[in-house]
T-cell receptor, first 115, second 113 residues
Framework: DAKTTQPPSMDCAEGRAANLPCNHSTISGNEYVYWYRQIHSQGPQYIIH???NNETNEMASLIITEDRKSSTLILPHATLRDTAVYYC????????????????FGQGTILTVHP | NAGVTQTPKFQVLKTGQSMTLQCAQD?????MSWYRQDPGMGLRLIHY???????DQGEVPNGYNVSRSTTEDFPLRLLSAAPSQTSVYFC????????????FGEGSWLTVV
């Protein structure tokens, strides 16, 4: 699996942009970068994903470097409800076996949004 | 978490008992999977299915069985519960794998005593 590296924790002031970095230097050409978050022990919530181009949706923006070795998740206006563990994941696209379609969750980044 | 429903949400079992965790999705997704999450650890893949009648093992399949008789349902069976299976279990589904969004259920909290 392509390994991802994230800072263990980050803080952000409410109303400001939260920029969460992720390194994935061993990513393969056809592997997507996914971002999920988990609040307490609820089910992981999908945020965004991308392959090469920058992506934006109603929740966030994803900036992927040209060499694809790193990316940044941007929450444009963080709120207290955005406090969660954020996971950057490279999804395995193997042909089969025990890892087929698997999302490999690392330790993630604990984002704390404070007033 | 759109469309993935897990039951029960909480369950306590005695060692050696069997039970089934239910998972259903109404999005006509082909790919379904089960993960477990232990304290301080990431999610680990137990079993997955790429369509009705097709299942395969993930990273930690021992002690669990699955079946996929319909597109909508993907139950996870614990054959003889052990304390090591105390965990939070998440079911997930997606239309395919490459570049598709995976949706997770809310989780099933299982305690084996």
């Amino acid at each position: 699996d392509a390994k991802t590296t994230q800072p263990p924790s980050m803080d952000c002031a409410e109303g400001r942009a939260a920029n969460l970095p992720c390194n994935h230097s061993t990513i393969s050409g056809n592997e997507y970068v996914y971002w999920y978050r988990q609040i307490h022990s609820q089910g992981p919530q999908y945020i965004i994903h991308g392959l090469k181009n920058n992506e934006t949706n109603e929740m966030a923006s994803l900036i992927i470097t040209e060499d694809r070795k790193s990316s940044t998740l941007i929450l444009p206006h963080a709120t207290l409800r955005d406090t969660a563990v954020y996971y950057c994941i490279v999804r395995v696209e193997s042909a089969g076996g025990t890892s087929y379609g698997k999302l490999t969750f690392g330790q993630g980044t604990i984002l704390t949004v404070h007033p | 978490n759109a469309g993935v429903t897990q039951t029960p949400k909480f369950q306590v079992l005695k060692t050696g008992q069997s039970m089934t965790l239910q998972c259903a999705q109404d999005m006509n997704h082909e790919y379904m999977s089960w993960y477990r999450q232990d304290p301080g650890m990431g999610l680990r893949l137990i079993h997955y299915s790429v369509g009705a009648g097709i299942t395969d093992q993930g990273e930690v399949p021992n002690g669990y069985n699955v079946s996929r008789s319909t597109t909508e349902d993907f139950p996870l069976r614990l054959l003889s519960a052990a304390p090591s299976q105390t965990s939070v279990y998440f079911c997930a589904s997606s239309y395919g794998t490459v570049g598709n969004t995976i949706y997770f259920g809310e989780g099933s909290w299982l305690t084996v005593v």
